[in-house]
């Protein structure tokens, strides 16, 4: 990933994971809202999924993702990272592709 978040996870509504929205503050100051698409575990690490919400597109499956590292400290306060390792990026990569293939044959 290029974009280092800065501030993290911010205006998470934690009712339901479908309604959930970040801004994620960029390293270039650029602040984009987003949905939670998923939080998934592998390997003792947890990661996030995130879609860029624009107001002018509809969601599709073609719209880009960030994909972070993610973190809860003591207090429950969440905090991404970026992946920076190609190994471990080809790993979650493979893992989220594998949710959507669920998804998608559960639908």
Not at 20 to 43: A, N, P, W, Y
Not at 70 to 91: R, V
């Amino acid at each position: 990933m290029n974009n280092d978040p800065d501030n993290i996870l911010t205006n998470a509504d934690e009712d339901d994971m479908e309604d959930l929205r970040v801004t994620l503050s960029l390293d270039d100051g650029l602040e984009v809202e987003c949905k939670i698409l998923t939080i998934f575990e592998l390997e003792d690490q947890n990661y996030i999924v995130l879609m860029p919400e624009d107001e002018d597109e509809d969601d599709s499956d073609e719209a880009g993702v960030f994909i972070y590292r993610y973190f809860e400290d003591e207090d429950g306060n969440p905090s991404l990272e970026n992946i920076e390792d190609d190994d471990e990026y080809e790993a979650v990569i493979e893992v989220f592709e594998e949710l959507l293939d669920e998804a998608e044959w559960e639908d």
